[in-house]
């Protein structure tokens, strides 16, 4: 069974340009997250999708912007790059587990991006 | 506002001594926390939750943690340290829903260093 699968695995893109990663979640799991991890820190989450819906959203700019498909899948798209938005972008999947309320995420490997 | 704190960036201990890695948590109710492991280049694992229930919890690779809510600390224990262990540990805690979603905050890591 393949866990989160990200692409691309790393990317190098000048300052302005656009970019899109992708996500497919884990088998079973209906709910995507986006986050995003700068060198040394920990990850930060951008957002969140469910039912092709935005369900949540973190303190990131509307540069970020992103979609999920019918089949679960997700994109992540960041407009107008700026060096800071270097990083590893992860990917997580989850299901509600019920009776709790919380999800458990299984995270993807991510995709690395350089702006230059 | 609801927080995670990793006081200890870097860690290192010999192969066979214990570990303990602290986190403790800001937050109002009773909370949903987790531990994730990160090796160089890879995404996140996760190592072991607490939802509710006994505040000891046992996890994968022979890692436990405790919840001391007196003490808004959630620390990771493992008895004796191999060396396949050296990787960066994250705290992470639930601090929102979105109807079925939850989104993590997490703490900026640890990173530990094993020796032979």
């Known amino acids: 069974d393949a866990g989160v699968t990200q692409s691309p695995t790393h990317l190098i893109k000048t300052r302005g340009q656009q970019v899109t990663l992708r996500c497919s979640p884990k088998s079973g799991h209906d709910t995507v997250s986006w986050y995003q991890q700068a060198l040394g820190q920990g990850p930060q989450f951008i957002f969140q999708?469910?039912?092709?819906?935005?369900?949540q959203r973190g303190n990131f700019p509307d540069r970020f912007s992103g979609h999920q498909f019918p089949n679960y899948s997700s994109e992540l798209n960041v407009n107008a790059l700026l060096l800071g938005d270097s990083a590893l972008y992860l990917c997580?999947?989850?299901?509600?587990?019920?009776?709790?309320?919380?999800?458990?995420?299984?995270f993807g490997a991510g995709s690395r991006l350089t702006v230059l | 506002a609801q927080s995670v704190t990793q006081p200890d960036i870097h860690i290192t201990v010999s192969e066979g001594a214990s570990l303990e890695l602290r986190c403790n948590y800001s937050?109002?109710?009773?909370?949903?926390l987790f531990w994730y492991v990160q090796s160089p280049g890879q995404g996140l694992q996760l190592l072991l939750k607490?939802?509710?229930?006994?505040?000891l919890v046992q996890g994968i690779k022979g890692f436990e943690a405790e919840f001391k809510r007196s003490q808004s600390s959630f620390n990771l224990r493992k008895p004796s340290v191999h060396w396949s262990d050296a990787a960066e540990y994250f705290c992470?805690?639930?601090?929102?829903?979105?109807?079925?979603?939850?989104?993590?905050?997490f703490g900026t890591g640890t990173r530990l260093q094993v020796t032979l």
């Open positions: 937050y109002g109710a009773t909370p949903y």
């Open positions: 997580a999947s989850s299901f509600l587990l019920t009776g709790t309320g919380a999800n458990v995420l299984t």
């Open positions: 607490y939802f509710s229930g006994d505040t």
């Open positions: 992470a805690v639930v601090t929102s829903w979105g109807g079925t979603a939850s989104k993590l905050t």
């Open positions: 999708y469910y039912e092709e819906e935005e369900r």
